[in-house]
């Protein structure tokens, strides 16, 4: 049994499948694939596509035929959501959509059912959660951690409060915090609440939607303006696109990756864009009603910023016309308006199991072999904004509140193996649970492993462990390691750079 049909779920599912299960997929949702197959098209694949094999490769190569390509690391959404889908079918994988998990039924330390939210259940030998949010694992009980640690939690020395310093996602001109009539802007935090460096808050990066746009016309929707646009929630673009001036450029808002078919990605890019500081704190513990809301606000949010740099008169005539080009594409989403469906939850809740992957591990000395390796990482350690600060600038003779971000954060890391224990939760609190997506790692070591890729990689393994386990009738902890990493090496999984 998998829950959350993301990419890696569906992998894990197949993985399950092709060991010789019977597998079901639920998932809260119509949509399949996650990101993936929800506007991230430019893959994060940068610098470790020779670490990307097993079925997460085989993905994308199945995408990459229907270009009569050998492998397509970029591809439309819409073909990304049909590969998948009939990859599912082929496997004989069972799809429960809009099914919403409730309640897990336990017996001593295993899962014996799932159950949704209109009383469907769901029983089955052995579970993953390829979820985004972790929400399995939180209804069974098993221990977790949400936003950032501390410096001194795991010993790691990028952790916590990022200091204000420059970097391309930083404020480059001043931009007042201050609010007409007195206060700050809306999410804007002061300085004095924000802790000092190092400092763990508990805050999780900035959310978005990874909007797929076109430049084809037969297939290119207006920009129009939104229901219940309010100019003046955008204060913040206005200043920064007034101290800009002449300057202003669209890579200051947003970055575009191209994709097949006239097709490109939109990703966040510079200080004010297509995320949202502080609106993705309360979301990991969030019902599904308070989660519906803050996907609203995010996607009001973003569709209100794409209109107003299209359409507005006061922002300049050469960035309406980079971004005018553009338009949703009637070729994608029809079940939301064009829309991607998927909120892109960089992180939520972190299992805390078996063993918690950190920085130490990410800048190990390789030579320290690691024996239950499951795949391999090598993405970047990869934190977007966490929040917009009034930071007191002195500007002779006065002193201003300037809006600046905090919490950007990007290192290189070499390939680093990714061990079996953290997708295992501690042994004494659930037995039969294999945690793909919200693995055991710190916030820092998160930051790296969160891209599809590795999701996918851990999916492949849980799934085939998930079989080991039902096959021997043991423990998902007392799986052949062996056994599991010869199967996966047989599959094309790597497990050493």
Known sequence: MVYGATAGGVVAAIAAARQGLRVALADPTEHVGGMVS???GRTDVERQETLIGGLARELFARIGRRYDATIAWRFEPKVAELVMREWLDEAGVTLWPQWRLAEVERC????????????DRLDAHCFIDASYEGD????AGVSYAVGRDGQSRFGESLAGRV???PNHHQFGVAVSAAAQGGGLLPYVQPYAVIGPP???????????????LTEDPPHRLALTEPAGYDPDRYILVRR????LADAADLRHFMGIGQLPNGKVDVNSGGPVSTNLLGASWDYPEADAKRREQIATEHRTWAQGLLYLLAADTAVPTRLRQQLGRFGLPADEFPRTEHWPPQLYVRDARRMLGEYVLTQHDLQADRSQRVTDTVGMGG?????REVQWVAAPISRFPDVFDEVLTEGYLSVPVPPYPLPYRVLLPRRDECANLLVSTCVSASHIAFASFRMEPQFMIAGHAAGVAAALAVESDSAVHDVDIGRLQAILRTQGQILEP
């Open 198 to 212: 190092g400092h763990g808050d508990g805050k999780v990066q900035s959310y978005c939607y990874r909007i797929c």
């Open 38 to 40: 929800g506007g991230l």
């Open 240 to 243: 920064y696109l007034a101290a």
């Open 163 to 165: 200091e204000l310093l």
């Open 136 to 139: 399995l694992l939180a209804h």
């Open 379 to 383: 993405y970047n350690i990869d934190i």
């Open 108 to 119: 001593g330390d295993h899962i014996e059912a799932i159950v949704s939210d209109n009383g």
